[in-house]
């Protein structure tokens, strides 16, 4: 029905006091995640080996980006329901879900990659709730070559080798 697959990983960083997150690091897919045309799911073998490996760096686990290609920029119901059980399970107060789309730029008909980030907090009414946040590109990033190298070695599955 759709001509593109579902892609997707997950979110890395640190939760501030104020309900702000600060994004540190985005993983891909790992190589046995599963995709369809309206799913995705990590691999829980690579997301558990990024997890250690970004830990060393103060960075955590704090939610998913799954593509929705070109339909709909928000949550699906399904999407909220992972997210609220992801909270419960690992007991996290909050999570964050970037969703991507493809558009097409009106002035110069290019495609180019929509963010929407939307968090979810545990204590909520309902924790399938989320509210639209607003997303501010910080361009300071340190040397992550090495991390990124020991990322790629993990997501080959590769020897974990912490250093
Ligand atoms: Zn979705």
Request: overall charge negative.
């Amino acid at each position: 029905m759709y001509p593109n697959v579902e892609t997707g990983g997950d979110i890395f960083g640190q939760w501030l006091p104020s309900g702000e997150c600060a994004i540190r690091h985005v993983i891909g897919p790992g190589a046995d995640a599963q995709r369809s045309s309206v799913t995705f799911n990590q691999s829980l073998a690579y997301l558990k080996a990024a997890s250690e490996v970004l830990g060393t760096k103060q960075a955590f686990h704090i939610g998913d980006w799954h593509s929705h290609h070109r339909l709909f920029d928000y949550p699906s119901g399904g999407d909220s329901r992972t997210c609220a059980i992801a909270m419960k399970n690992n007991n996290k107060a909050f999570f964050v879900l970037v969703i991507a789309n493809i558009r097409d730029d009106v002035a110069t008909n290019l495609p180019y990659v929509q963010i929407s980030a939307f968090r979810y907090a545990a204590d909520a009414k309902d924790p399938r709730e989320f509210v639209l946040a607003a997303v501010e590109f910080i361009d300071k990033a340190p040397d992550y070559s090495a991390v990124h190298a020991e990322l790629e070695n993990v997501r080959a599955g590769g020897v974990l080798s912490l250093t």
